[in-house]
């Protein structure tokens, strides 16, 4: 059987490197993951006997929201995906005869006890050199390894790319002609947004997340029972809907992502609402996006208790500050609520200085986080405006002038 993909440029640089090490350094968006798993498809119809492909990333969450859902979109986008050959419990997948398997880093019974042709270790630069080294003595034919460049120093720069047998090839999301154009669209606006971001994410160069807005959470297993539920959720077409689930208990709080989609519209937004939350939970209050009344209104008049969120200018500084006084734990199935909280900034003018402004990309699950944060149990707090603090600092700074004088 002849299988017809349509692919991009760095599919055939991919499949013509011919070097027992391919390092993909690039944009996001670039489709090194995509044009990878293409590659290992078209491999396994080409080969003449019985091959094992792993597909491997830290966490198992990330790995089914990512690589393994663009493994099944692959299949079933060209007419080839049989349920029958799909092992759901085991996450694999036999594929013209050859086993496609996806695990997590942290599953050693897999990583370091089984032998495979090709591997591609997803996002490598959260992986370990002990993961790499581990997945080397039981790779018999090539290790492709993707990721976008967030960090200056790496392992993968000192040990792997220098290596003779290691084709490194670098990507832009420019050089992905499937791209939808809002796509496009929020990648470009990092220029503006942070330069910085945008040397990372834009031009896939090396660069260094500074200035994150948040360092006071943690990745759990499960969100767990909770009395005191709430619901955020961020509006938006180009930008993802967003909807995210709130425990807390104490001064911690637990966030479990239900939503984030782009190019929804709002017809399909109320019925996708009413399976995530279920009929018992809509008393518990939702705090959305108050720049759309209308998708209020509308929700609310669905059933919903829902509610604008206080989103003023003072109020987003205040609400980060607010945020900032609990301890924040994302389910680990939480993928992109993971990801926006791992890039979510402040904004850096052309002079490098630090602005009281956050960016835009990255700031959807952090803002439907926000919104029920500081709108609904930040209210047990007072907080002044910026007005009001400033009077504060200056009547303080006063203060201490007199005493010294004194």
């Known amino acids: 059987m002849k299988l017809e993909l349509k692919v991009s440029e760095l599919f055939t640089k991919i499949r013509d490197a011919k070097k027992r090490n391919i390092v993909l350094e690039g944009s996001a968006r670039s489709s090194k993951t995509y044009s990878t798993l293409q590659y290992f498809i078209t491999d396994a119809y080409e080969s003449k006997i019985h091959k094992d492909y792993d597909i491997v990333r830290q966490t198992l969450p990330a790995l089914k929201a990512t690589a393994m859902k663009d493994f099944l979109e692959i299949l079933k986008s060209n007419g080839i995906y049989d349920e029958s050959a799909h092992n759901m419990s085991d996450h694999s997948y036999r594929l013209h005869g050859c086993n496609f398997n996806f695990y997590s880093a942290d599953d050693q019974q897999k990583l370091r006890g089984r032998k495979r042709h090709k591997i591609l270790l997803n996002e490598a630069n959260e992986l370990s050199l002990e993961t790499y080294r581990q997945v080397a003595m039981r790779t018999t034919e090539q290790i492709v390894m993707d990721y976008n460049p967030s960090e200056e120093e790496h392992w993968i720069y000192d040990h792997v790319i220098p290596r003779d047998d290691c084709a490194f090839i670098h990507s832009t999301y420019k050089d992905n002609p499937f791209l939808d154009e809002s ?21 896939g160069l090396r660069g260094k997340r500074t200035g994150l807005i948040y360092q006071n959470w943690d990745i759990v297993p499960d969100f767990p029972d909770c009395s005191d539920i709430l619901f955020g959720l961020d509006f938006g077409f180009n930008d993802p809907k967003v909807v995210v689930k709130l425990g807390r208990i104490g001064r911690d709080v637990y966030l479990d992502e239900m939503l984030y989609e782009r190019g ?29 009344p209308e998708s209020i209104e509308v929700i609310y008049r669905a059933g919903f208790n829902i509610h604008p969120a206080d989103k003023s200018k003072d109020s987003v500084l205040f609400g980060i500050e607010t945020v900032k006084g609990y301890h924040l734990h994302i389910t680990a199935r939480s993928v992109n609520v993971i990801k926006d909280f791992k890039n979510y900034k402040w904004k850096v003018d052309k002079n490098g200085k630090t602005l009281d402004e956050p960016i835009h990309s990255f700031s959807h699950a952090p803002d439907a986080v926000r919104y029920p944060i500081f709108t609904h149990w930040g209210k047990e707090y007072q907080h002044p405006t910026l007005s009001d603090a400033r009077s504060i600092e200056i009547e303080e700074m006063e203060a201490v002038t007199v005493s010294e004088n004194y």
Not at 264 to 292: C, G, N, V
């Open 264 to 292: 929804m519209i709002r017809e399909d937004f109320i019925p996708a609402l009413k399976k995530l939350i279920p009929e018992e939970q809509r008393t518990k209050e939702q705090y959305a996006d108050s720049a759309d």
């Open 183 to 203: 796509i496009i669209e929020e990648i470009e606006r990092l220029k503006e947004d942070d330069p910085e971001y945008w040397k990372i994410y834009g031009l």
